[in-house]
């Protein structure tokens, strides 16, 4: 099995280093953009398997971001990363488009079980897609 390309957006620089480490021990590609323009504007050059996206943002938001990257990546998984105790804003997510939703703070484990998990589904889309 090939390993998971991540990418990861999210305004908090000590965040993104955080979890990059983390994952990166756990096997993980991890690529990481500071908000939703500059994920968009990476994953037109580069793919990726699964997108953990923060909910809020300043500029583009993530539900704005979210929205754009299923236009245009329908293979992509989006993991929505909410604080705030924001539940609401996770379900909101999953409502256009999103494969899941995690609050902060969370376990590393749990995560990657919802990655893993979020990559199964686009391969399993997109071989369904390449039978039809």
Known sequence: MSR???LVVDDE???????????TKR???????????????????NPVNVVILDVRMPGLSGIE??????????????????????????IEGISHGAYDYILKPFLIDD?????????????LKRQSRSVS
């Open 4 to 6: 998971i390309r991540v």
């Open 65 to 90: 971001t979210l929205k754009e990257i299923r236009r245009r990546y329908r293979d992509t998984s989006v993991i929505m990363l909410t604080g705030h105790g924001s539940v609401q804003s996770g």
């Open 111 to 123: 995560l990657l079980e919802r990655i893993r998990a979020a990559n199964e589904h686009a391969e």
């Open 13 to 23: 620089p000590d965040f993104l280093k955080l979890i990059s480490r983390r994952l």
């Open 27 to 45: 096997n993980v590609d991890v690529d990481v953009a500071n908000n939703g323009q500059e994920a968009l504007q990476f994953m037109s050059k």
